[in-house]
């Protein structure tokens, strides 16, 4: 199976958008989904988890603005973002977690915040 993310573009500062995850085949047993980031020059970090069962994490520096959601029977996940900034550029991967640790990553959508 393959995810495959959607949603990016350009937005102008304190703008919105909304990414979106799908598995290409079926995944029947997910443990977490989430969404990283990764900007020019820097590390992938973590934004957002959403972990079996219902609990989530959030990058502090997102944490307010962001909000994630999924449903793990669809293979699913959408990352809600607002007031989004220019520090929120990045390129964005979908992940999906399944027991025995094993990952799936999307190939990632590019989201650029600028005037």
């Known amino acids: 199976a393959q995810l495959v993310e959607s949603g990016g573009g350009l937005v102008q500062p304190g703008g919105s958008l909304t990414l979106s995850c799908a598995a290409t085949e079926r995944i029947f047993t997910i443990y977490a989904m989430g969404w990283y980031r990764q900007a020019p020059g820097k590390k992938r970090e973590m934004v957002a988890r959403?972990?079996?069962?219902?609990?989530?994490n959030y990058a502090d520096s997102v944490r307010g603005r962001f909000s994630i959601s999924g449903d793990s029977a669809k293979n699913t996940v959408s990352l809600q973002m607002n007031n989004l900034q220019p520090e929120d550029t990045a390129v964005y991967y979908c992940?999906?977690?399944?027991?025995?640790?094993?990952?799936?990553w999307g190939k990632g959508t590019l989201v650029t915040v600028s005037s």
């Open positions: 992940n999906f977690v399944i027991p025995g640790g094993v990952d799936y």
């Open positions: 959403l972990i079996d069962g219902g609990s989530t």
